[in-house]
């Protein structure tokens, strides 16, 4: 069994246009389904817009979706109550896109870090102190520092305050939302290798949402590739980047920088007047599933 599975998640968004005006209705998520196996990393991917990070708010109702399944651990997590939503979040996290804005600036980092320590009454205030420098140690950073701000911190080390706080009541399974996105080139590789060394440590499971198709070759077991709020080819990393099936894939996947300055590639220009929208996904391979 899965330790994720989503099934048809649609999300719709209603923006009202004025006094007897209808509402006008955006389609963020479209009939979304997959599945995350117990210690796989599984990549969510496409340009802005494409639904990516309301997929996974959706999926831990943070953001509350309009229709669809979500399966954690065999329970619907659609179905829970408020007290056992909150519950269930002890083991289901989430590590922001932005280190600069997803940190209070009035908290210390180690306040910041210990709060959800205090939301589900863990441990005594000092157990709760020793945890912070466990977790401090953990990402990387000097447990000294934990009497800092956050503006006292470069964007890396914010994202690993950021990873800290999701750590701290030991989840199986954490959303990485573009979690590299806003740093510098030279630090990404840091806070990736930190991830992927946390995984192995600590068992954890994750999807990690990107828009970096380099980065999620290596680091993701398979990927998901989304296009205007659907699910449009779905396979192993090493099948979809090498044998990608959809004109919308095949774009993309042109569109990455090469190493080599003097290698050509040929851009692919996707027509979308002779893409299916409505297509739904097929396996084409094993494992290689597409909407063609």
């Known amino acids: 069994m899965p330790l994720v599975e989503v099934t048809r998640l649609t999300k719709h968004f209603r923006r009202s246009r004025g006094w007897l005006q209808p509402p006008t209705v955006t389609t963020a998520v479209d009939d979304v ?12 991917v496409g340009e802005s ?21 979500v399966w954690f651990k065999g329970e619907d997590v659609l179905s829970f109550s408020r007290s056992r939503l909150r519950a269930a979040r002890r083991d289901m996290q989430i590590v922001f896109q932005d280190p600069y804005s997803s940190l209070n600036p009035r908290l210390r980092a180690g306040a910041i870090v210990e709060e959800p320590l205090i939301i589900h009454k863990v441990g005594t ?15 990387g950073l000097d447990p000294a520092w934990r009497t800092r701000f956050p503006h006292e911190f470069s964007g890396g080390q914010r994202q690993r305050i950021g990873l800290a706080r999701a750590l701290a009541l030991s989840p199986s399974f954490v959303i990485a939302d ?10 990404q590789a840091q806070i990736v290798n930190l991830l992927m060394d946390l ?18 070759e290596h680091i993701c077991n398979r990927v998901a590739v989304m296009f205007r709020g659907r ?6 990393a090493n099948a979809l980047f090498t044998s990608p099936r959809h004109a919308y894939t095949q774009a993309l996947l042109s569109a990455v920088p090469v190493a080599d300055p003097s290698a050509r590639r040929a851009r692919v220009a996707m027509d979308e007047s002779k893409v299916d929208r409505t297509a739904p996904l097929r396996e084409i391979a094993a494992g290689h599933w597409a909407a063609v």
């Open 49 to 69: 817009g494409s639904g990516k990070t309301t997929t996974g708010r959706c999926m831990l109702r943070l953001t509350e979706p309009t229709s669809g399944e």
């Open 199 to 216: 995984q192995d440590r600590l068992k954890l499971t994750y999807l990690f949402i990107a828009h970096d198709l380099r980065l999620v």
């Open 125 to 139: 205030t000092a157990d709760r102190a020793a945890r912070i420098v466990e977790l401090f140690a953990l990402v």
């Open 178 to 187: 573009e979690p590299v996105s806003a740093l510098d080139m030279s630090v």
């Open 231 to 236: 699910i449009v080819e779905l396979a192993a």
């Open 33 to 44: 389904s997959f599945a995350i196996d117990e210690g796989e990393t599984f990549g969510l």
